[in-house]
């Protein structure tokens, strides 16, 4: 380190170093990346590369509430600043990109069961044209039969049915 006098100047000793808010913000963010975590499933935490000590912390956290869940946050943060939160933040990315693809096939497969109840036969052509194992024969019968149970009030077993056979054939 130069002395204030010579070459140098007093900004130049304190270029490198954070200010103080600098150092909040960072330490929010780490915070806010804990919070990301605790919202994830446990099943999608146990896939991410977490220190053990970091790891207990969320479990730990999951059955909290109010203010103990607050404390718990912030321990989780202070953990942060120790991990590789870089990567931690995209594997969180990867794994809710991963959850809305799937729930955009949900959707897909609901609207197409929706569309064959209502007697919908261009996407009957459609599912024809996309999956090679459709079974026309017996998705029209699925269909008849959720239609019977509607007019009849009963619970829809065969609605739900459909909904799985759509399911096999998109996996």
Do not use: C
Request: glycine share 6%.
């Amino acid at each position: 380190m130069k002395k204030f006098g010579e070459e140098g100047t007093y900004e130049d000793e304190w270029e490198f170093e954070k200010s103080k808010s600098q150092i909040k913000r960072e330490l929010l963010a780490l915070k806010d990346l804990g919070k990301d975590l605790l919202n994830l499933p446990i099943k999608d935490i146990e896939k991410l590369k977490l220190s053990e000590r970091l790891h207990e912390a969320l479990v730990k956290a999951q059955g909290m509430t109010k203010g103990a869940l607050k404390r718990q946050i912030g321990t989780i943060g202070g953990l942060m600043v120790h991990e590789d939160y870089d990567e931690i933040k995209l594997s969180i990315d990867r794994i809710k990109q991963q959850h809305n693809g799937e729930v955009k096939k949900f959707h897909q497969l609901e609207l197409w069961r929706d569309q064959l109840l209502v007697g919908d036969n261009d996407v009957m052509t459609v599912l024809r044209n996309q999956f090679e194992d459709f079974d026309i024969q017996h998705v029209r019968q699925l269909v008849r039969n959720a239609n019977k149970e509607t007019e009849q009030e009963k619970p829809q077993k065969s609605a739900r049915i459909l909904f799985k056979y759509l399911q096999e054939l998109n996996s």
